[in-house]
């Protein structure tokens, strides 16, 4: 993200132990063996798996999209016919299929380049996989994966139709238990899952509500008093 979330809108730079581990990976490996654009693309083959995502003809919006791997798995299982806009501050090459959108989708100028790619007509899926650059302060970290997932849900309340379904990545720590429960409000059915891809020591997992709801539920009122 722009502003103080990215100020740079450059992706990290890692160490050389990182480096050395990546190079290793087996999901880094079988991604440049399929000519995936990261290993980030088994995540959400994982999640398609195991909670049935990607339907031919569906509408798809993949925020925080570059370089692009989640895209491709999309335009991969979906195939012509479908609409799949992909979206990022960051510049991302083209993919067959895909409408590429460089754009801040929070802010109102963004969303309007958003609104021109997608049209009038609501999706079927809002996929995120978005996060933070990292600060090395777990309290700041936190907060702003935190924002960037309800910068994600808010997205997809203005454009899922109902029945809809969301994926969004999110860290759990601070503020994840909150943010769970209002995704929870919204759809029929939700689930924490945490992927094979993702790496064990990584607090990363991915919230995935299923049924939109175009009207959330109220929470819970206390018992009045007798």
Same mark, same amino acid.
């Given at each position: 993200?722009?502003?103080?979330?990215?100020?740079?809108?450059?992706? &990290?730079?890692?160490?050389?132990?990182?480096?050395?581990? &990546?190079?290793? %990976?087996?999901?880094?490996?079988?991604?440049?063996?399929?000519?995936?654009?990261?290993?980030?693309?088994?995540?959400?083959?994982?999640? %398609?798996?195991?909670?049935?995502?990607?339907?031919?003809?569906?509408?798809?919006?993949?925020?925080?999209?570059?370089?692009?791997?989640?895209?491709?798995?999309?335009?991969?299982?979906?195939?012509?016919?479908?609409?799949?806009?992909?979206?990022?501050?960051?510049?991302?090459?083209?993919?067959?299929?895909?409408?590429?959108?460089?754009?801040?989708?929070?802010?109102?100028?963004?969303?309007?380049?958003?609104?021109?790619?997608?049209?009038?007509?609501?999706?079927?899926?809002?996929?995120?996989?978005?996060?933070?650059?990292?600060?090395?302060?777990?309290?700041?970290?936190?907060?702003?994966?935190? &924002?960037?997932?309800?910068?994600?849900?808010?997205?997809?309340?203005?454009?899922?139709?109902?029945?809809?379904?969301?994926?969004?990545?999110?860290?759990?720590?601070?503020?994840?238990?909150?943010?769970?429960?209002?995704?929870?409000?919204?759809?029929?059915?939700?689930?924490?899952?945490?992927?094979?891809?993702?790496?064990?020591?990584?607090?990363?997992?991915?919230?995935?509500?299923?049924?939109?709801?175009?009207?959330?539920?109220?929470?819970?009122?206390?018992?009045?008093?007798?």
């Amino acid at each position: 993200m722009p502003g103080p979330l990215n100020p740079t809108k450059k992706k &990290h730079r890692f160490g050389k132990a990182w480096m050395q581990e &990546h190079v290793n %990976d087996p999901f880094v490996k079988e991604a440049t063996r399929l000519g995936y654009r990261s290993r980030a693309a088994f995540k959400l083959l994982q999640l %398609d798996e195991r909670d049935a995502l990607l339907r031919k003809g569906t509408r798809v919006v993949d925020l925080g999209a570059a370089p692009g791997s989640w895209s491709q798995v999309i335009a991969k299982k979906l195939g012509p016919g479908s609409t799949i806009v992909a979206v990022d501050v960051l510049d991302m090459t083209p993919l067959r299929g895909v409408t590429v959108v460089q754009a801040d989708f929070s802010t109102d100028e963004g969303l309007r380049s958003v609104e021109q790619a997608l049209g009038e007509k609501p999706v079927d899926l809002v996929v995120s996989d978005m996060a933070p650059n990292l600060s090395g302060i777990d309290s700041v970290d936190q907060a702003r994966g935190i &924002h960037l997932g309800e910068l994600a849900l808010e997205f997809a309340l203005a454009r899922l139709q109902p029945g809809g379904d969301f994926v969004v990545k999110a860290f759990q720590g601070e503020g994840f238990d909150a943010f769970h429960r209002e995704v929870s409000r919204h759809f029929a059915k939700t689930y924490v899952r945490k992927p094979a891809a993702s790496r064990d020591r990584s607090r990363e997992v991915f919230i995935v509500g299923k049924g939109f709801r175009s009207e959330a539920l109220k929470p819970a009122s206390p018992p009045s008093p007798r």
